[in-house]
C-alpha cells in the first residue's frame, strides 16, 4: 500500500544550525513528491515539490530536498534555520493512478534562540 | 487579502447536531477540496469538486456532504456529528484538479464534538 512515513515526530534545533528533516515513501510507480509547512493556527504552504528532472529540488524559504530513489527518501534541508522555521512539516506522495495526495503525520520543528 | 477563508475557526458542538463549515477562495480557481487532519496530524483528503466532477474518498461517511453555490465557494455539511468528527478541517484550492496543480489551503477549522 502507499504510504509515506516520517520517522521523526519531533525535531529541535538551534537557530543558525543545520536541518534535515526525513521522509520515507512506499509507492510502486514514480513518485511525485511534496514538503508543505504549516505554521501555527495556518494552514499548509507549499514548499517544494518533486515530479522528474533534477533530483535537488529547490524551494521557497531556502529549503530544498533530494530524491533518492535507491533510498526511497525526499529529505528536505535548510543550511541555516531561522527562529521563524518553528512549525510543522509534512511531506506527501501525490499518487498518480487517481490524482490523490497522501501526507505523513509530519514533524514538528522546535527551534531554540 | 485571505485566498482561502474558513468560519469558523472555532466549532464546539454536541453529538448527533448537524453543522456547516463554510469555505471561499478568491483566487478563480476551478477546483477546490477538503481535508480532515485527526489528532495524530495525519492529514486526508475528504472531497475534491470542480465545477463538472465531485469526487469523493470511499472512507468518508455519508453523514459528511460538500455543497459549492458557486465556483468561489465549498461549505462542508455534517449531520449527526459523532466524537469521532473531532478533528481539523481544512478547505483548499487549486486551479486544476490533482496534485499536479499547487493547493492553496486555509487555516483551518477546529471541530471539537463532546
Known amino acids: 500500500a502507499q504510504s509515506v512515513t516520517q520517522p521523526d515526530i519531533h525535531i529541535t534545533v538551534s537557530e543558525g544550525a543545520s536541518l534535515e528533516l526525513r521522509c520515507n515513501y512506499s509507492?510502486?510507480?514514480?513518485?511525485?513528491l511534496f514538503w508543505y509547512v504549516q505554521s501555527p493556527g495556518q494552514g499548509l504552504q507549499l514548499l517544494l515539490k518533486?515530479?522528474?528532472?533534477?533530483?535537488l529540488v529547490q524551494g521557497i524559504k531556502g529549503f530544498e530536498a533530494e530524491f533518492k530513489r535507491s533510498q526511497s527518501s525526499f529529505n528536505l534541508r535548510k543550511p541555516s534555520v531561522h527562529w521563524s522555521d518553528a512549525a510543522e512539516y509534512f511531506c506527501a506522495v501525490g499518487l498518480y493512478n487517481n490524482n490523490d495526495m497522501r501526507f505523513g503525520a509530519g514533524t514538528r520543528l522546535t527551534v531554540k534562540p | 487579502d485571505t485566498a482561502v477563508s474558513q468560519t469558523p475557526k472555532y466549532l464546539v458542538t454536541q453529538m448527533g447536531n448537524d453543522k456547516s463549515i463554510k469555505c471561499e477562495q478568491n483566487l478563480g480557481h476551478d477546483t477546490m477540496y477538503w481535508y480532515k487532519q485527526d489528532s495524530k496530524k495525519f492529514l486526508k483528503i475528504m472531497f475534491s469538486?470542480?465545477?463538472?466532477?465531485?469526487?469523493i474518498n470511499e472512507t468518508v461517511p455519508n453523514r459528511f456532504s460538500p455543497k459549492s453555490p458557486d465556483k468561489a465557494h465549498l461549505n462542508l455539511h455534517i449531520n449527526s456529528l459523532e466524537l469521532g468528527d473531532s478533528a481539523v478541517y481544512f478547505c483548499?484550492?487549486?486551479?486544476?484538479?490533482?496534485?499536479?496543480?499547487?493547493?492553496?489551503f486555509g487555516p483551518g477549522t477546529r471541530l471539537t464534538v463532546t
Open positions: 469538486y470542480n465545477n463538472k466532477e465531485l469526487i
Open positions: 509507492y510502486g510507480a514514480t513518485p511525485y
Open positions: 518533486y515530479f522528474s528532472g533534477d533530483t
Open positions: 483548499a484550492s487549486s486551479l486544476e484538479t490533482g496534485f499536479f496543480s499547487e493547493q492553496y
